[in-house]
């Protein structure tokens, strides 16, 4: 069975004063159809570039990315105009994201008639209508601005926008991280609704671990730049073979009372990303590094069905055979 979103060896570097800066390095993966992909990690992992190189908003160092079976690597001009439409994007702050100069109504038409995908406005109204109740917004905040709405509702309105050329795969980065923790849940339940009606792919970018064992199929965890562990969400939640995702893992709050959860502190300096050194990139901070991590990139290797994990000691940290 062809995945539907298959990336093989994804890197993105940017110029800087000091060097080259390696956000994305060597990404591998694969995401079914109407499946979602978790990525977590700690801010500056990667994460947001990684799904931003993927829909094109930033053009790839090296690597692949395949859509729905084609090689869209490299492509541009009118094939990459057609591709907006099957790829969208959720962004973080859903007011930075929305022109503070436009309605409602106008925020959510806009890519039909940019994209020419609707010719007249009766017809264009008529969609806008139908999507602001497809992700519950009132007809009565048609012609409101984003600063006369709370972080759910402008939310709702970046959703309701992203839907608007009825796309098959969508970035969703870090979409309820700006929001209330009452509206989060609203916000999550709705993608997921939306999953489920729209047969939709979703690529989910978050640092709340919590949020993504509620949400996705399969979870990719990176570490500056790099891929550390990949695994189905039941798998990686029941057993962590990487120590960073370990770590990761033991600071998820438990909402019980008395419950004593032991904590794993990671010590020890963060790599630089800019022209990085030979060797693991969270040897510095791992109590389990040799030398041969300082000086060799370990690979991903599949510890278990499915689980993969990049360390060179995994199986004599975790004492398996």
Do not use: W
């Amino acid at each position: 069975m062809n995945a539907f979103i298959e990336v093989n060896n994804l890197k993105k570097y940017f110029k800087t004063p000091g060097g080259m800066l390696h956000a994305v390095d060597n990404i591998s993966f694969k995401i079914q159809k109407g499946e979602t992909l978790g990525v977590v990690g700690e801010s500056g992992c990667g994460k947001s570039t990684l799904g931003r190189t993927l829909i094109h908003l930033l053009k790839n160092t090296d690597g692949q990315i395949k859509f729905d079976g084609e090689d869209i690597t490299n492509v541009s001009g009118k094939r990459l105009k057609e591709l907006r439409k099957d790829m969208q994007i959720v962004f973080q702050d859903p007011f930075s994201s929305l022109n503070p100069r436009m309605t409602v109504s106008q925020i959510i038409g806009e890519p039909m008639i940019v994209s020419n995908m609707y010719k007249d406005n009766k017809t264009i109204a008529k969609k806008v209508s139908e999507l602001m109740d497809t992700v519950g917004i009132a007809d009565r905040l048609v012609n409101s601005y984003p600063h006369e709405l709370d972080g759910g509702r402008r939310q709702r309105v970046g959703i309701a926008r992203t839907l608007a050329l009825e796309p098959k795969f969508i970035v969703c980065d870090e979409p309820v991280s700006a929001l209330d923790v009452s509206i989060q849940a609203q916000v999550l339940n709705l993608m997921q609704d939306l999953q489920e009606e729209r047969d939709l792919t979703y690529l989910f970018i978050t640092h709340d671990l919590s949020v993504v064992k509620h949400i996705s199929d399969n979870i990719l965890v990176m570490y500056l730049g790099n891929m550390v562990e990949y695994a189905s969400a039941d798998k990686l939640f029941e057993n962590q073979y990487h120590p960073y995702t370990q770590a990761l893992l033991s600071a998820i709050p438990i909402a019980k009372i008395g419950h004593k959860r032991k904590r794993i502190l990671l010590t020890g300096e963060i790599s630089s990303p800019i022209n990085p050194k030979p060797g693991c990139r969270f040897a510095m901070r791992c109590k389990y590094a040799k030398d041969r991590c300082h000086q060799v990139q370990p690979e991903m290797i599949e510890i278990k069905d499915n689980h993969h994990v990049a360390c060179h000691y995994v199986k004599e940290i975790n004492g398996i055979e």
